[in-house]
């Protein structure tokens, strides 16, 4: 029980940005594409899983602090969506579509940006952990995970919410993915 508890809230903590995220992406893209966004989401989350447990069974002078530099990632995405965005604005045209595989990466690298507050804390989490607590705390933050990105995808549901994402994405995607790569190359 004190397993499945801190695993709970460790993923808790560490993903509540991740709802937000996950809310723009699927406002941005249709809802054919949203198996896609779950995807890429699942192997972001399965990395900074990964990696965590594998820093906690020690081998952090593989990565360590430089997982900040993935941030880059974010930020570069956030400024070709708004260039992209500005152009199709005034060229009055539709937004073309990703292709499927782009989505998946593009999402997967956004979660894992965005995680080196999971993997500091998921770290510290698996240390104590032996054979059967890792397994359940892993099988847990795949059923969380899965939980989160329905959540998420919800989230559209709620009019208000969907109606406001719909007309801001344009600058409200560019600024909250610049923030999140900002603040992970920060550190913060």
Known sequence: METVLKTFIS???????????MAVLFA?????????IHLGHFLGMAFLVSLSLFISLGAKFVLGEHIRLLGIVPVIMGIKYYIDASRRKESGSEEPAASSA????????????????????YTSLFSPFAGKDIALSLLL???????????????????????????????????LLAAIGVMTLLGI
Request: hydrophobic share 50%; charged share 15%.
């Open 102 to 121: 782009g989505l998946v990466i593009g999402t997967a690298l956004i979660t894992a940006a965005n995680g080196a507050d999971n993997v500091a804390v």
């Open 11 to 21: 993923f808790i903590t560490t993903n509540l940005d991740d709802l937000c995220i």
């Open 28 to 36: 941005a893209n249709g809802k054919n594409r949203h198996l896609q």
């Open 141 to 175: 933050f795949a059923v969380l995970t899965v939980l989160l990105g329905i959540l998420s995808e919800k989230l559209l549901d709620a009019g208000p919410v969907k109606v406001f994402i719909n007309r801001y994405s344009r600058y409200f995607v560019p600024i």
